[in-house]
Each structure stands twice: as C-alpha cells, then as structure tokens.
Nanobody, 126 residues
Framework: EVQLVQSGGGLVPAGGSLRLSCAAS????????IGWFRQAPGKHREGISC????????YYADSVKGRFTISSDNAKNPVYLQMNDLKPEDTAVYYC???????????????????WGQGTQVTVSS
C-alpha cells in the first residue's frame, strides 16, 4: 500500500522560508513521480512542482518558479519543497502526490495523480 507522509509547514512572515517534506512508502521500485500541489480557500487546486519518475527532471508552475525548489536526498525519498521569498498569496494547504511513472515528464494536473499526502497548512502573514 502506497502511503505519503508530509511534514513541515506553519506560519511565516512574508519574505520568509519554509521547507516541506514528503516521505513515500509502498513503492517497489524507483519508478514513481512526486508532485506538490496547493489549495487556497475558495480556489482550485494548483499544481506547483513535480519531479519526474524517469530521469528526475523537475517542473515548476510560473507562480513559484525561482522561489520554490523541489529536491530529494536519495531516490526521491523523501522529497522536499524548499519555499523561499514567501508571499501572502502562497497561503494554502499544501499536498504532495505520487504516482507510478518512468516518464521523464510529470503533469502539474491533480487529476493525473493517484496517491496523496495528508496536507499541511502554510500561512504567510503580510
């Protein structure tokens, strides 16, 4: 059974930094992708970053490019989302997601992902 456990998050002033982590279990091999999504109150879920299951290529939404970095220490477990220069509009519940994939691309579309973490709140004060 695939499980994703998230940690990190919290309250930070604008301009600050936070790091989220996502630990995956239940994958028999390294052929899986990890993505990060967020959902603010009253808004649709937004895909913000992912790391591909094939060659580990990384992808970012324009809204976070240059400020957020997705990375991993060892074979995509855990996967981190380093968030710098946070803005009040980054306030949301953040989720990691995973799916079996050996592709060198990964979609920032929530419906394309099967497994989800429990979510963690990130609040950026102005």
């Amino acid at each position: 059974e695939v499980q994703l456990v998230q940690s990190g998050g919290g309250l930070v002033p604008a301009g600050g930094s936070l790091r989220l982590s996502c630990a995956a279990s239940g994958f028999a091999s390294d052929d899986y992708a990890i993505g990060w999504f967020r959902q603010a109150p009253g808004k649709h879920r937004e895909g913000i970053s992912c790391i591909a299951g094939g060659d580990g290529s990384t992808y970012y939404a324009d809204s976070v490019k240059g400020r957020f970095t997705i990375s991993s220490d060892n074979a995509k477990n855990p996967v981190y989302l380093q968030m710098n220069d946070l803005k009040p509009e980054d306030t949301a519940v953040y989720y990691c997601a995973a799916d079996f994939s050996a592709s060198d691309v990964c979609p920032l579309i929530g419906s394309e992902w099967t497994y989800w973490g429990q979510g963690t709140q990130v609040t950026v004060s102005s």
